[in-house]
């Protein structure tokens, strides 16, 4: 759940569309450092940070993880928004 929790709080640090992803991944990385998390949990954080985003759809994933997996399903359904979720449900 820690996994998780930090994924989807600093996965956008490292988005392509706002900055370059090198300099997010390594300024969250620093701040996890500086209050000492465990280094496979930052290494995790990282990767789902670097694993996340759609890229245009050129993009091959090289990790996967379950933690992963919720916060990529969670990040989608935040894109959809309220009015995409209900939609979706009134589809189905």
Known sequence: MF?????????????HKFTDESIGVLKAQMFLESLSVDENVIDLVVSIM????????????????????????????DALGATGIARAFNYG
């Not at 996994?3 to 988005?15: M, N, P, Q, Y």
């Not at 759609?54 to 989608?76: C, I």
């Open 3 to 15: 996994i998780v929790e930090l994924g989807a709080l600093l996965h956008d640090i490292a988005d």
């Open 50 to 77: 670097m694993n996340i985003s759609f890229k245009g759809g050129n993009f091959t994933p090289e990790f996967f993880s379950p933690e992963l997996a919720v916060v990529q399903d969670a990040d989608r359904l």
